[in-house]
């Protein structure tokens, strides 16, 4: 490769969990060494590649890493916050938006839920997921089903634009009768270390979710399919290094070592022992204590994570 060009990696896997170790090992020996805009000046430029995952079997078991940013319980409201729109209310106003960095309101900018579902342009409200839907329950096999996130009015002057951009689906014929619904997401910018995993539960959760919805439009079957996620910047962060690399003086080994030294097994978790930590995790984090807490979200939102809530203590949802 000539010098100078950001490397692009291709990982093919069946589930989660091994995608993510593959794309840790494989940006990290591979990766770019390229600057970010939030370094410190003791940090060492990161490790940077554009990757294309491949997950067969996006729900394929063990589904869950152990090694993530936060607990499961967060991971769980996480995945309201995409699927539902649990947080959407903490989003401010379009004027202060536009303010950038003047603006005092500390809220945020912007949530995936709330560009896909309700993106504005012109004043006008699109629920682009419903249309993806839409187009597909009608032609399955369209190339034109899918919902972006970028707002070129607002999101240029923010310090924390949205990293997803866009979301393409298409369904196909599984020769039974029933469909497969395959997805692709393509992001900007991409945290491996602390948010690739968190992101594609959630994601997937959603691709779940719209392919119960194409199951009710069509009167078909409708499976899950192999899912594609497409990063033009995936970055390991140097403000990371000291966790990947480890402090053998200290007897600390690295992220590679203590991946080599367990099993596969021993650093996953599948869906049966996740669920109950999603539904409660004992700390104040799950959909119940997220109900109890956040008394402002709005009553629509409280049924769709309540209904959530029902199914998921039902001995046949999967997580």
Known sequence: MQTGNIPVLFIQDQTIPSAYEQAIRQVWDNGARIRTEYDRPEDPPSRD?????????????????????????????????????????????????????????????????????????????????????????????????????????????????????????????????GLIFNMNTHWRSRDLFKAWFENVIAITTLMRSIANALAERTGKRVCVGRYVDMVDSMHIYGSYFREIEGDPKKGIKSFFEQLDSRSFADRTWDSAFVKPFFINDGIGKGLRPMLEREKNMPQDVRTAVQKELEAMEKDDYIV
């Not at 310090?159 to 393409?168: A, E, G, H, K, N």
């Open 49 to 177: 590649a554009s990757v294309v995952i491949c997950v067969e079997e996006p729900f394929g078991q063990p589904r869950f890493h152990r090694s993530f940013a936060d607990g499961l319980g967060g991971l769980a409201e996480y995945v309201m916050e995409v699927v539902h729109g649990a947080h959407d209310y903490w989003v401010k106003p379009v004027d202060e938006i536009m303010k950038a960095a003047e603006s005092t309101d500390t809220r945020w900018t912007y949530t995936y839920h709330e560009r896909l579902f309700r993106y504005v342009i012109e004043d006008r409200v699109v629920d682009q997921i419903d249309y993806l839907i839409s187009k597909l329950a009608e032609t399955g096999y369209s190339r034109r089903a899918q919902a972006i996130t970028w707002n070129p009015k607002l999101d240029p002057p923010t310090d924390d634009p949205p990293c997803l951009q866009r979301v393409w689906g298409r369904l196909c014929e599984d020769g039974e009768g």
